[in-house]
């Protein structure tokens, strides 16, 4: 029978439901779910679930090419973004099992020329747990690079030349950098280049036929375009800042390839064995988990975002690939996974920035003011709020060559984030181009004062003569 929350009840209190027609309402109920997120065009994609490795529902919605007219199906190739930190941490633990590197090892023990000192305290596992205080790679002049030049290697080369954002092992700082440190880690290793590493370790072990890691050659129609909202709410073709396959991100799999790959992770020994996952802390927390509790990974940047919960005690698997925006296949996994429960799952809601916009066009600063937290619900939990009126202040200010809106937007954000230096950055430039230079450079100065290494700032500053 098909139970999926409360079984017992469900015996008890609806003896003449049969599986199929409970699995049939169930199918219902997740298509009535997306069907909100499709009425607000914020969602297209697929979604599956499945119990034990048995497929509940696995359907496709909206379009993979909008200018081709092209519709989503379940075998659509999606980019599956920092799902790849799954592949390449158990590559990683993988050679440590080998005993052909220690977790404890330093990084300098396998790459050198680091220019910060403190590179040299940075271990293996301080880049796995994202404690080694590398930050990102996506840095301004990175997305001017040519694709040659966003390469492993590449990137590797150039962050030789970083400082690092806090002592190793002080501080939990999610980087990027540090996952393709750890693939430049993997080739020295093995001697092999990182993406045959990861097939011949996993994709092949696993017979994932649809998971691609490097070469999308003839691949052509199968793969999604990327969709999102600017912030100014025009809905623009996704030109990913990530266009080179890395250890960070860039796979393209499906929503099937994705449910074999991370239940074979959480409940086999195919890729790592009982040994090794008896001694890993990860693992060690999954078996503390209470019952009908999930674990979680996702991937996401604009216009792409992939999602998958496994409730570890019932071997139950959801996972939402989208070709738009996210936070929606984590608010969509999130929806079934409270259905799974018996739950009834909130209504969906625009996208914080379009949100705020919408609220700020009709009712004015003040209104977003008082109900800014209302306004933000719908972001994803991880980022920092602010980035949401400086988003969208910068649209007002480039995009829409309107610097009344622009001021007033990045005023209330150094109102409601009065600690955050790149605000006060933000309000100072939007000052200085609508010609008040004094209160400009009074922002600047407060940005200094919360980060006196804010490079904006400083240059501003000297070229004005006020350092």
């Known amino acids: 029978m098909f139970c999926f929350s409360n079984c017992k009840d469900q015996k008890e209190n609806h003896k003449s439901d049969s599986p199929v027609s409970q699995k049939n309402e169930f199918q219902t109920q997740i298509d009535n779910i997306i069907q909100d997120y499709l009425e607000l065009d914020i969602f297209s994609g697929v979604v599956l679930v499945a119990d034990k490795g048995e497929v509940l529902f696995h359907q496709a919605y909206g379009l993979a090419n909008r200018s081709t007219n092209i519709a989503n199906s379940t075998s659509t190739l999606f980019d599956i973004g920092s799902m790849n930190k799954t592949f390449t941490s158990i590559v990683i633990k993988q050679l440590e099992n080998e005993g052909k590197l220690n977790l404890e090892d330093n990084l300098t023990d396998y790459i050198d020329g680091f220019e910060d000192p403190k590179v040299k305290h940075v271990t293996i596992n301080h880049l796995l747990s994202h404690t080694s205080g590398f930050g990102d790679y996506h840095t301004p002049d990175y997305f001017d690079l040519p694709k040659n030049k966003k390469s492993l290697q590449s990137i590797i080369d150039r962050a030789k030349t970083f400082q690092l954002n806090f002592e190793p092992g002080s501080e939990n700082d999610y980087s990027n950098l540090g996952y393709v440190i750890l693939g430049g880690i993997i080739e020295k290793v093995t001697g092999t280049s990182y993406f045959t590493n990861v097939k011949d370790r996993i994709v092949n072990k696993l017979s994932l036929k649809n998971t691609y890691l490097n070469d999308f050659t003839g691949l052509g129609n199968r793969i999604a ?122 209504k969906p809601e625009l996208p914080a920035l379009q949100s705020v916009r919408k609220a700020y066009e009709k009712d004015g600063i003040n209104y977003v003011k008082s109900n800014f937290n209302d306004l933000t619900t719908n972001f994803h939990p991880t980022d920092p709020k602010d980035i949401i009126l400086n988003d969208l202040g910068y649209a007002y200010l480039y995009e829409a060559r309107d610097i009344t809106k622009a001021v007033e937007m990045f005023k209330l954000n150094i109102e409601l984030f009065p600690d955050i230096a790149n605000c006060y950055d933000s309000y100072g430039e939007a000052l200085l181009l609508k010609g008040d230079t004094i209160n400009g450079i009074k922002a600047y100065k407060k940005a200094l004062e919360i980060n006196p290494k804010l490079p904006s700032a400083i240059d501003i500053l000297n070229e004005l003569n006020y350092n």
């Open 225 to 346: 375009t990327g969709y999102y909202y600017s912030p100014l709410g025009e809905l623009e073709v996704s030109t990913p800042a990530q266009d080179v396959p890395n250890p960070d991100g860039g796979f393209l799999s499906t929503t099937e390839d994705a449910a074999k790959f991370y239940r074979s992770y959480y409940n086999d020994t195919v890729l790592l064995s009982k040994e090794m996952k008896a001694s890993d802390p990860f693992f060690q927390y999954l078996k503390k988990m209470k019952p009908g509790e999930a674990t979680s990974a996702a991937g996401g940047f604009e216009g792409f975002n992939s999602a998958l919960f496994q409730i570890i005690d019932e071997d139950k698997t959801i996972v939402v690939f989208a070709n738009m925006d996210e936070p929606v296949a984590e608010r969509i996994a999130i929806d079934v996974l409270s259905t799974l429960r018996g739950e009834v799952p909130n």
